[in-house]
């Protein structure tokens, strides 16, 4: 300010100092008022430049210069310059956000105070079935037309979640349910949050159809212990019939024996560590194990028993927990038996592919499997004839305990089957998990 007066007094005392040098001292006056005149144009001119400059390009502000307006321009020029960083820096952090958003599992929707979409995820577009870009400002119930969740959106009364099938196009060979929840916000706004809970629902009706089968599974030998216990206690018997009686219930007790081991046995490799990779157990030794339960298994079941051979094409060593993989080989060759008839033929063997695989695999002349129970084979307690596992002492558990054995030693599960032609079930290790074994002249 003291500088604008200063300048303001000097262009006065010029315009006077002019007029009285090239006329006389009578126009000093009027010098004076012409200078201090021309002063306030020239102060006019650049407000007015400045003022243009901010209306239309702030970036074309003039540099400093002497004066108020100089000093103002760069103060003005630097608190743009501030504002633009930090507007920068602010849409950095929201891009940053939206790609955080975008990234998630689950969907985002916001939508206006007119329930229209003002924005959402990738997720929540390709579960609804909508486009992210085009159907901007579209209300939401137009274009999601289940009764139930056009009935929660128009609530307001969202304590709870609407659970919906999902609607993209990708969901039509593969159905997906949605869990909707909707939070208020910034008014009478609304953010839509959408969960995929498929699997959830999925094994939710596993863990029902597991408890429902356990306890049929169970309850069936516990009748007919109890209908035995009823006749043994009430009812005079003599040597032969209560032989019998106990012979069937030891057969009864033997079951549910088997029963629980099976569930045992699932839940101990459900839980635990990983086999180890570094213990190596020889082909041959799992091959002869099996080959004596099994020879024993068809003694029992059959009076003719059943062409049983077992080949080794090649004896080599294999990773992994010992009597985890003794349980599953004997799985595969205990179910070939109890479904084959007997004097039917039963061929194991182990071999190793052209891609330096190992596989083994267990073929049966037995009646052979459907095509439409291959995909469900590993499922706990499926079974194609029930009463023919039940009669074979079959728990229904084998193929999900080898299912599960596999996986955990990184192994493939091969079914292949015909009816009226038998069926072959394959293991087929990785290379990881194999070695040569040392010949066994070395080794004594």
Same mark, same amino acid.
């Given at each position: 300010?003291?500088?604008?007066?200063? +300048?303001?007094? =000097?262009?006065?005392?010029?315009?006077? #100092?002019?007029?009285?040098?090239?006329?006389?001292? %009578?126009?000093? #006056?009027l010098?004076a008022?012409?200078?201090?005149?021309?002063?306030?144009?020239?102060?006019?001119?650049?407000?007015?430049?400045?003022?243009n400059?901010?209306?239309?390009?702030?970036?074309?502000?003039?540099?400093?210069g002497?004066?108020?307006?100089?000093?103002?321009?760069?103060?003005?020029?630097?608190l743009?310059r501030?504002?633009?960083?930090? +507007?920068? %820096?602010?849409?950095d952090?929201? *891009?940053?956000?939206?790609?955080?958003?975008? !990234?998630?599992?689950?969907?985002?929707? $916001?939508?206006?105070?007119?329930?229209r979409?003002?924005?959402?995820? /990738?997720?929540?577009?390709?579960?609804?079935?909508?486009? !992210?870009?085009?159907?901007?400002?579209q209300?939401?119930?137009?274009?999601?037309?289940?009764?139930?969740?056009?009935?929660?959106?128009?609530?307001?009364?969202?304590?709870?979640?609407?659970?919906?099938?999902?609607?993209?196009?990708?969901?039509?060979?593969?159905?997906?349910r949605?869990?909707?929840?909707?939070?208020?916000?910034?008014?009478?706004?609304? =953010?839509?949050?959408?969960?995929?809970?498929?699997?959830l629902?999925?094994?939710?009706?596993?863990?029902?159809?597991?408890?429902?089968?356990?306890?049929?599974?169970?309850?069936?030998?516990l009748?007919?212990?109890?209908?035995?216990?009823?006749?043994? /206690?009430?009812?005079?018997?003599?040597a032969?019939?209560?032989?019998?009686?106990?012979?069937?219930?030891?057969?009864?007790? %033997?079951?549910m024996?088997?029963?629980?081991? &099976?569930? $045992?046995?699932?839940?101990?490799?459900e839980?635990?560590?990983?086999?180890?990779?570094?213990?190596?157990?020889r =082909?041959?030794?799992?091959?002869?194990?099996?080959?004596?339960?099994?020879?024993?298994?068809?003694?029992?079941?059959?009076?003719?028993?059943?062409?049983?051979?077992?080949?080794? *094409?090649?004896?080599?060593?294999?990773?992994?927990a010992?009597?985890? $993989?003794?349980?599953? =080989?004997?799985?595969?060759?205990?179910n070939?038996?109890?479904?084959?008839?007997?004097?039917?033929?039963?061929?194991?063997?182990?071999?190793l592919?052209?891609?330096?695989?190992?596989?083994?695999?267990?073929?049966?002349?037995?009646?052979?499997?459907?095509?439409?129970?291959?995909?469900?084979l590993?499922?706990?307690?499926?079974?194609? &004839?029930?009463s023919?596992?039940?009669?074979? #002492?079959?728990?229904?558990?084998?193929?999900?305990?080898?299912? %599960?054995?596999?996986?955990?030693?990184?192994a493939e599960?091969?079914?292949?089957?015909?009816?009226?032609?038998?069926?072959?079930?394959?293991?087929?290790?990785?290379?990881?998990?194999?070695?040569?074994?040392?010949?066994?002249?070395?080794?004594?």
């Open positions: 300010m003291p500088f604008r007066i200063a +300048t303001f007094l =000097m262009a006065s005392a010029l315009g006077g #100092g002019i007029a009285t040098a090239l006329l006389n001292w %009578h126009y000093a #006056g010098g008022w012409l200078g201090a005149l021309l002063w306030l144009l020239l102060d006019a001119w650049r407000a007015q430049r400045l003022l400059v901010l209306r239309s390009d702030a970036a074309g502000l003039p540099s400093r002497p004066g108020i307006w100089g000093e103002l321009s760069e103060r003005i020029r630097k743009l501030e504002r633009e960083q930090q +507007t920068r %820096h602010a849409e952090r929201l *891009q940053e956000f939206l790609a955080a958003i975008q !990234a998630s599992p689950n969907g985002v929707v $916001l939508l206006d105070e007119q329930g979409i003002e924005w959402c995820n /990738q997720t929540a577009a390709g579960q609804f079935g909508i486009d !992210a870009e085009r159907d901007l400002l209300h939401m119930a137009n274009l999601v037309r289940d009764p139930a969740f056009v009935a929660y959106l128009a609530s307001w009364h969202y304590s709870r979640d609407v659970v919906i099938d999902a609607q993209g196009p990708q969901q039509r060979n593969h159905p997906a949605l869990s909707v929840q909707v939070h208020p916000y910034a008014g009478n706004r609304r =953010m839509l949050l959408t969960r995929d809970i498929t699997s629902e999925q094994a939710e009706a596993m863990r029902r159809d597991f408890v429902a089968n356990v306890s049929h599974e169970i309850r069936t030998p009748t007919v212990l109890a209908g035995f216990v009823e006749t043994l /206690q009430n009812l005079p018997l003599d032969q019939e209560r032989a019998r009686y106990l012979g069937l219930m030891a057969q009864q007790s %033997h079951r024996e088997t029963l629980v081991n &099976d569930l $045992l046995t699932l839940s101990r490799l839980g635990s560590a990983a086999p180890p990779a570094t213990r190596w157990t =082909m041959r030794a799992l091959m002869a194990q099996c080959e004596d339960e099994g020879r024993g298994l068809s003694s029992r079941l059959s009076s003719q028993g059943h062409q049983l051979s077992f080949t080794l *094409q090649a004896d080599s060593e294999i990773a992994g010992p009597t985890e $993989l003794q349980s599953a =080989m004997s799985n595969l060759l205990s070939a038996i109890r479904y084959t008839p007997g004097g039917g033929e039963v061929a194991v063997s182990w071999r592919l052209p891609d330096g695989r190992g596989e083994y695999a267990v073929r049966d002349s037995g009646p052979g499997i459907a095509a439409e129970h291959l995909p469900r590993t499922e706990r307690f499926y079974r194609i &004839d029930r023919r596992s039940r009669e074979t #002492g079959g728990t229904g558990l084998g193929l999900a305990i080898v299912k %599960h054995i596999a996986q955990r030693h990184g599960l091969r079914i292949e089957s015909t009816p009226g032609k038998g069926s072959r079930f394959a293991l087929v290790f990785p290379v990881a998990r194999l070695r040569q074994a040392a010949p066994l002249s070395a080794i004594a």
